[in-house]
């Protein structure tokens, strides 16, 4: 399953509930601000797109991060 998986990091409160929830995806950066691993990371967003069967983990993390900025969708 190909699936997209982007963080609006410019919201990020740096909570660590993603991270922790899901840490095949998502890591923090020196701030403690959510990325997604591997993927392409400036100021604003983190995007990256994974092919694997592993999406129940990002949609996980999506419902745990408290400010709804990460968001998961099929491709
Ligand atoms: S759960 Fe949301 S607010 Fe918390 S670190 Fe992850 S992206 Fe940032």
Known sequence: MK???EIERSGCIACGMCY???SVHFEP???GKSTVKGGETDTYGSIGV???EKIEKA???ED???VSII???EQ
Do not use: G, H, L, Q
């Open 3 to 5: 699936y997209k998986i």
């Open 20 to 22: 922790t929830v899901d």
């Open 29 to 31: 950066d020196d701030e």
């Open 50 to 52: 994974f092919n694997d």
């Open 59 to 61: 949609r996980n993390a």
């Open 64 to 66: 745990s991060c408290p």
């Open 71 to 73: 968001i998961v969708t």
